[in-house]
């Protein structure tokens, strides 16, 4: 977050865009050091246990606090949020984009459109912004969630047998 900051702000230096955008931070419920700093007004504490489907995200911050304000300064500089979502939303925001989109996301990728969707719904984002939500990480690099509850998936090895399966359904 603290390096996308800096580019944008660099962009805006050498006058490529005119303001910078708003950043949000998206944390899970189980490990949200940041968001629980941002909404109580304090300086951010580690957190406990992480506990979340969103491994990715799951750094307590314990013994280097000082990232996790720094990453609150920068939300803060770009007139941004942050916020927390719970494992059941990430889990739906996930499956949305897959059905929705064709995006087989990872869960912490996932994140950052639950967040963006509790954001509408709270009418912290306006239903006329633009909004883009970053998912970098493959449903594959991290799929042990989806693993345990998806049935076992056929494995083909060519286009024609991809579309037998495809015709059977």
Same mark, same amino acid.
């Given at each position: 977050m603290v390096g996308?900051?800096?580019g944008f702000r660099e962009l805006k230096t050498i006058g490529l865009i005119k303001k910078i955008p708003r950043l949000i931070g998206v944390q899970a419920e189980g490990c949200a050091p940041i968001a629980r700093a941002f909404a109580t007004g304090t300086k951010v504490v580690a957190w406990g246990q992480p506990e979340t489907v969103a491994s990715g995200i799951s750094d307590s911050l314990a013994g280097y606090e000082q990232d996790g304000d720094y990453t609150l300064? !920068?939300?803060k500089q770009s007139n941004g949020y942050a916020i927390s979502v719970s494992d059941q939303e990430i889990i739906r925001a996930s499956q949305a984009l897959a059905r929705l989109e064709g995006i087989y996301g990872e869960t912490t990728g996932a994140a950052s459109v639950a967040g963006a969707e509790k954001l509408l719904a709270m009418k912290v984002i306006k239903p006329t912004e633009q909004v883009v939500c970053v998912v970098t990480g493959s449903g594959?690099?991290?799929?042990?969630?989806? !693993?345990?509850?998806?049935p076992d998936l056929p494995v083909v090895s060519s286009v024609?047998?991809?579309e037998k399966l495809i015709a059977a359904k």
């Open positions: 996308v900051h800096k300064w !920068a939300i594959f690099k991290d799929n042990a969630f989806f !693993a345990k509850t998806l024609e047998e991809a």
